[in-house]
């Protein structure tokens, strides 16, 4: 992109990716290892506890419900 032109970090960011596009080699990710389940509880996990953050900030029980 024409906006990175003369900013360092960008170019380094798009240098570092465009390597990693042409490594296919050394593409072993394990992402399809992971169950969906346990994507599923770990987001279910992280949405409770930012409620219970909510719950407890909240003056009213209807508004945090809300």
Known sequence: MK???GNEG???VDTLAKEAAQDEEDRDF????IPISTTASSAKEEGLKKWQVQWERAEKGA???S
């Open 63 to 65: 508004i945090c419900r």
């Open 3 to 5: 906006a990175h032109t």
């Open 10 to 12: 960008n170019e380094i």
């Open 30 to 33: 394990a992402y399809d290892r």
